[in-house]
């Protein structure tokens, strides 16, 4: 019997992206929804599930879905394509539009997926830095995407995990300069005061990635779809697994439409917390940068991050340790949770510091 051949150094996500999950009362480290969904969705999943025939594969095209997500951006079925989470639709990007001999443009400090999926189909990362307040800088942009000439382009906005939405033009310019496709990871895109969504179309190579897991408070599921021209979701069908999405998952997001005025209250509701939190966190021995997403990048002043983060799990109150990655030398990212979570947190935190 020959020997287990051992997987190719490059094929793990490494980078140590991975959050830790332990039990705390208080977490705060993933930017989930701190609320669950409405009770009315719950209801209504379990009432339909019943009547889901698993002895036969799911709608491999997934229509249901597209045509409510179509409806909810006033674009066409054809320009939606759903996969298990953002994260499959990122994958299923760079297989399309990656691979040896190409290259994927991201701007640090960024989602790290971004770059980790990138190398893992085998796409190089052409890497350029954001400005001092972590937006795009023009200048450095069209620098990377000359020297580079990426097949796609990632913007991340709000920028996970610094906070900051692009300012308005920011997208159609980076348009405007990349050669490929330009992605824009828009996980926070509720949040945000705007959206690349209204420049979608056939004739504009930029696609817009959104996820079911943080507003839609249903982060279990893993649902995320992309919006973009028609040819790029027909060759992102042309990579997807055979009835990659299952019945439940289609049905789930479905039925989650219906509940869109609940969901914005629910974004509203999250956002004026943040800025509550945040106007907390200023008044501790604390450096915060603004956001327009669920979660506030922060740096402790008076102590190491790693120490802060340690002391904090001590109290049962978990966060992000982002001390480790590009550009990030001694932060650290809290979830906006709860009220009540949120003041556990910061009681936590002034006693640490």
């Not at 709608?59 to 996969?83: I, K, N, S, T, Y």
């Not at 990122?90 to 400090?109: C, K």
């Not at 937006?135 to 000439?149: F, G, M, Q």
């Not at 997403?293 to 049962?316: C, E, H, T």
């Amino acid at each position: 019997m020959g020997a287990l051949i051992p997987p190719r150094a490059d094929q793990g996500l490494g980078g140590g992206y991975h959050s830790p999950q332990v039990h705390v009362s208080v977490r705060l480290n993933t930017n989930e929804s701190p609320y669950p969904p409405p009770p009315g969705w719950v209801e209504a999943l379990a009432r339909e599930v019943a009547g889901v025939p698993f002895n036969r594969y799911p709608d491999r095209g997934a229509h249901a879905l597209r045509e409510g997500l179509a409806e909810l951006h006033g674009v066409r079925p054809d320009q939606v394509f759903v996969a298990n989470g953002s994260n499959e639709v990122l994958q299923t990007l760079l297989l399309a539009y990656g691979g040896p001999g190409r290259s994927a443009a991201v701007f640090e400090p960024t989602y790290a997926l971004h770059s980790h999926i990138a190398r893992l189909t085998g796409t190089a990362v052409a890497v350029g830095e954001r400005a001092p307040d972590f937006l795009l800088d023009p200048v450095e942009v069209k620098r990377v995407i000359t020297e580079s000439e990426p097949a796609v382009t990632f913007v991340c906005s709000p920028n996970n995990p610094t906070g900051r939405s692009e300012p308005a033009g920011a997208v159609a310019g980076v348009v405007e300069l990349a050669p490929g496709l330009v992605v824009v990871d828009e996980a926070y895109g509720q949040f945000s005061p705007r959206s690349a969504l209204e420049l979608v179309g056939d004739d504009v190579p930029l696609a817009v990635v959104r996820t079911y897991s943080k507003t839609w408070a249903m982060a279990a599921a893993r649902l995320g779809y992309l919006v973009g021209p028609a040819p790029v979701v027909a060759a992102l069908e042309s990579r997807a697994l055979p009835y990659h999405l299952d019945a439940v998952k289609q049905l789930a997001g479905r039925l989650a439409l219906r509940y869109r005025p609940e969901m914005e209250a629910r974004v509203a509701a999250i956002a004026a917390e943040r800025d509550r939190l945040a106007g907390a966190l200023a008044a501790l021995d604390v450096e915060c940068w603004p956001s327009d997403a669920n979660f506030l990048l922060f740096r402790p002043l008076g102590a190491p991050a790693r120490r802060v983060w340690q002391g904090l799990l001590d109290r049962s109150v978990l966060v992000r340790d982002c001390s480790a990655w590009p550009r990030l030398d001694g932060c650290l990212r809290v979830t906006v949770g709860t009220p009540e979570e949120d003041d556990t947190f910061l009681a936590a935190l002034a006693e640490v510091l």
